[in-house]
Nanobody
Framework: QVQVVESGGDLVQAGGSLRLSCTASGSTFSNYAFGWYRQAEGKAREFLAFISTGGATNYASSAVEGRFTISRDNAKNTVYLQIDNLKPEDTAVYYC???????WGPGTQVTGSS
């Protein structure tokens, strides 16, 4: 079963950009579709974006569409989330999920400052 570790979170001024990474190990990376989620303090975990095994199908939720872009590099066992025009309300812990597996990675903190 694949395990994931997220990285790339940082404190970013409003309007800035950030690229998060999700590196997987333990199984054949290209067999899994992935999603990105976030959880702000005191709120439920929120779906952000999905990418299929080969990357041909990908989409973002309507809440972040146009600012968030998901991609993957199967040669590097890594899924990315590009965040553009970051807003203070994007502040949360960001997680990636390998669909069909249990558990979550440790997440990475993104903080948008005004």
């Amino acid at each position: 079963q694949v395990q994931v570790v997220e990285s790339g979170g940082d404190l970013v001024q409003a309007g800035g950009s950030l690229r998060l990474s999700c590196t997987a190990s333990g199984s054949t990376f290209s067999n899994y579709a992935f999603g990105w989620y976030r959880q702000a303090e005191g709120k439920a975990r929120e779906f952000l974006a999905f990418i299929s095994t080969g990357g041909a199908t990908n989409y973002a939720s309507s809440a972040v569409e146009g600012r968030f872009t998901i991609s993957r590099d199967n040669a590097k066992n890594t899924v990315y989330l590009q965040i553009d025009n970051l807003k203070p309300e994007d502040t949360a812990v960001y997680y990636c999920k390998a669909y069909g597996t249990s558990g979550w990675g440790p997440g990475t903190q993104v903080t948008g400052s005004s």
